[in-house]
């Protein structure tokens, strides 16, 4: 039916590359100075990390995706299974046609069965906070699957371009400091690649979100996703979009700046493990990455985990080469611009 | 003969892509603030105004353009209809040639006919009025489509290159002040693709003028427009100002810094909503678009409306994802910079 | 022989392309205020200066080139006709030649007879003071075409790159002191197209300097010129130094900030006369051209005329549009910077 | 057998371009001040300089290189002719594998003969002193050549890339430190071609070593090269780092702020002797090459002579062009920004 086609499309969309923001996420900017004498053994760099009160393997995490219903199934059980092996965490993407449905979509008990240990998240669109969903439906979502925590993705750009989209977001930051309150899972928002921006962010952690992704711009763009989908005006209004967001380094600093506590996952036009470490050392916790894994989610479990191998080793590499044994150094490293 | 003719090349040449200014408009350095939380209905999304004292259903301007007659019948009919359906205000292009003929020349009152109700604005070059013009032609042109205002458009540059063009334009000032005051509607000046400085701006207003058009450089250049139209000499003096002008975006934040009442219309270079929503956030109180408009202008009414409906879709949507519920709180809007 | 096979060397060699510098003459980032409401007759607009006491038509100079004694002869005739007939200065080429050889090289008195009234200019290289020539030859020079002020040029980066070229430059400040203190006429220094620096000019200036040429980097590079005359450790060795320079926009500013009084003239990539406005702006008396004259000198002098006259309009057509009367206006103009 | 193997893969790989840095060294930015009448005679400009107590006929080092020991044979002995001819200094490779099988590998008495003049450098890498090496190897490899100093590579990062290095870096500064107190001769640290940091010059000075080589990034890039060597993750890794690392000319700031007497000598897409220049005028000593030298040293002695004297005439050329008749003068030349 039309929400699964518009999942399916989705996924052909990103792939073709329609979807890539024409902004520049703005990690090539920031240059992290290089260390010729790290004093470590490569060995010895601790990338494992918490989040949410569960152990890491590396700040990494799979972003929401998730396709259609046939397909999802096979993407889920490879990300899912990749997490688990890697000890990253794995975000799965909105659970609304499963829970409307019944059928689970590739996004039930299956999941965490192959995944026992990982930080898992539920997800959920806020829209349907002010259109009907409460904390019962929260509950549900994180059940499923048995989350560790709800995602809440705020996409208002995109419904709004999404002639069949949910355009009314009023009432959906009060809906939100209900859902923190009632339910017993943390509660974490984020974008989905326009970026959060301080006010907002404040306004979130003020109504007891425990944590924000800050999906900014520079990687896929769902104005441009919707545009692709459409027929010609829904295309025409969408491309004046192109370039729209807060940029993913810029959205990192100013976030960081405005919640100074507050766990912060960076995504967004990631590209690399050097992004990654890059993201960290402006205040990110995690950095998470969505369109860029979408080949190897589709094609095996050993694609996906060689996918993010790679990730991992590029950010400890990054790690030795400025001399940082823990992420906590890796903050502390000097930029360029402050050398 | 001779005028009309240059008129009907304007089209060409500006259809053509010969008048393409070589400057950069300067809105994608301006940067909004993406808001992921609007707290709005898309559809609560108030884009009304009123310009001198007439309402808008949006802050959209169809610039003065004008054909050889036989065209500009069928242009200006067109331009009209669409500007009557959406609300939207409208300019007529010179109604010089229209005025010494006798001919309407696609001017006449079955122009407001089909618009009964939006902002009309009539229009004479500046240099006519220190060439015998005076309140009574500028009467004539106004009671001709029954406007609203009178526009008149400042174009030096485009005159110097003319080979045929009005090069002297001592004492145009001071004939602007008693137009002014002679006039029982309001006059607005406007530029055409040069951009007004910050001193024209406040010479303007001191003498009477009611609002002004900045008709800045990064779009249309009616130099080059006019060396395209002429021969060796012609074109050759022309091409030395492919980059002249002060860029739109600029134009804005100069004029309305000099002139912190006067309703600002931004136009040169606009090419989408999403600098719609930038203009206004820079000072502007409408923006406007001219050769963009052109090949729906010769199309059909439906083309035309279809084409501003996307525009007025964007803005919209550009309102929605900074959270601004209307024009004013769209002002106060953050830019990335100030972030 | 080798001295006239140099010289037309250059001539094809510049022709070609092969002499262009990698550097950007800075002219693009200077931008003139438009100005909408010019408050003048086009007509009206004040080209003409004075240039050690010597009236011009227009602040424009034919820099000094010179071909091999045969080509020589048409281009000097050519460019004498144009300079009389606009009334604009004229600089001849390097007349070592003719010196040495006694044969006049096409800059005999036959000049001045074509260019009665011409602030012409006489030309040789400052190296030559400290190997021979004193004020004599430089009388000699002087009179040969009647000239009413002699050109010394500095160019010791050429010299330096030319396998045979004049590379001890001890003593030449001295002896162009002695010069300026000995000679009848005023004497003008400048370089060949890689600026004069504030602390050369100051020097010159102090030792009795009537005037200054900049002669910036950004149009003929004559490093890269002797480069490709050369066989290939001369190319290779000239190849460093395509980027070499101080730019012709920058030069003037710190030219004049340097010397206040002094007159100083532009050249170095001027590409028109907005190229000539802005360096007007920027502090200049005059500006120069020699690449881009050359095709139309070796054509015919109407070439030639042609070639200055849409220079000469195109500089009037940019006072007009800045609102400027004269070139002392001009030189008040606002910046875009600065507004 | 393996380590032969790699050796003889980089010459390949750095000579197919595949080793090239995506970031840019910074000497563009740079810009001398043209001096336009310099008061020398370019033979008079004295490019002589001492660097650890020996003569040198330019500020030139022919940076560390070696190949397979068949190749590495014929490389070194033109290289080591062509240092002697110039009267420049010369680096050799790394003897490590020399040092492990008793062949010299091109690396042996032979060498010193051919240069007996030269400030010549041993090299090892720093990573085998905390895995076996101590003062005992460092002198044999002093001795092998008859070294006037020891180079000790800092390497971390491509190390850390090639799945057999050395990613041990504990105790490495300790260890230069024994090292630079036990050996008679000076000890001098380098990078690669990701740059010295201020914090690690500091430390290295601190512990006695007496000169530094920045080796920044903007030319070789190791990562790279390890990266097209490996197989497929191995080059994914690799290619994160592609941007990575100091760039040269930031590099020689800093270190030179850092560190304000020790000898610095600057490395790392030093392209000609421009970029030496201005290499100088940063703060530099010495100026390097490797890469660039490639083609040369596998062809004959004439070629590497050739291609530093090319270098060498650039430099002479650039100190006769901004006035500095030897390298103190040239340190004091104004840059254009500080004009
Ligand atoms: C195919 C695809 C489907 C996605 N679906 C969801 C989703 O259901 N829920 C969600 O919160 N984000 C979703 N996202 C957004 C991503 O989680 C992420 O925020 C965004 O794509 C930016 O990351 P990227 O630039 O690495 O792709 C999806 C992304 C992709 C590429
Ligand atoms: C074909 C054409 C004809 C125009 N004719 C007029 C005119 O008669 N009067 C006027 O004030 N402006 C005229 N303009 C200028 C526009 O109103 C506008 O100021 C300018 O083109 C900059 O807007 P743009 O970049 O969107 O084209 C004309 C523009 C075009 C493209
Ligand atoms: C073909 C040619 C010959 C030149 N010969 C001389 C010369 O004899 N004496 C001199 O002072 N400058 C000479 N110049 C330099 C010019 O006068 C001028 O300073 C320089 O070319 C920069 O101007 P441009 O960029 O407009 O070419 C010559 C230039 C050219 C193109
Ligand atoms: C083929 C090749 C082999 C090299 N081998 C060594 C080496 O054995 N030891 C060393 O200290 N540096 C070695 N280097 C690094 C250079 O000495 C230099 O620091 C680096 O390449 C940056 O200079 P470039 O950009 O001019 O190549 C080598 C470089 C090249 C190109």
Known sequence: DGAQRRKSDHIEVVRAGHAASACDPGFDAVRLVHCALPELALDEVDLSTR???KPLAAPLLISAMTGGPARAERINIHLAEAAQELGI???????????????????????????????LFANLGAAQFVRGYGPEEARRAVEMVGADALVIHLNPLQEAIQPEGDRDWRGVLDALGVLAAALAVPVVVK??????????ARALVARGIAALDVAGA????????EGARGEGR????????????VPTAIAIRLVRAACPTVPVIASGGVRHGVDVAKAI???????????????????????VVEHFTILRDQLKVACFATGARDLEALRRVPLLDEA
């Open 89 to 119: 965490a794995f975000a799965i993407g909105s659970q609304r046609i499963a829970l409307e449905r019944g059928g689970a979509a590739g996004l039930g008990a299956e999941l965490r069965r192959r995944a026992p240990d990982v930080l």
């Open 234 to 245: 829904t295309r025409a209004v969408a491309a004046a979009f192109a370039d729209w967001g």
């Open 191 to 200: 974008e989905v690649g326009f970026g959060l921006s301080p006010a907002v």
């Open 51 to 53: 989040l949410l009160g």
């Open 218 to 225: 520079g990687g896929t763009n769902w104005a441009l996703a």
């Open 281 to 303: 050392r402006l205040g990110a916790d995690l950095a998470g990455q969505a369109a860029a894994v979408l080949p190897a989610a589709m094609e095996s479990t050993a694609a």
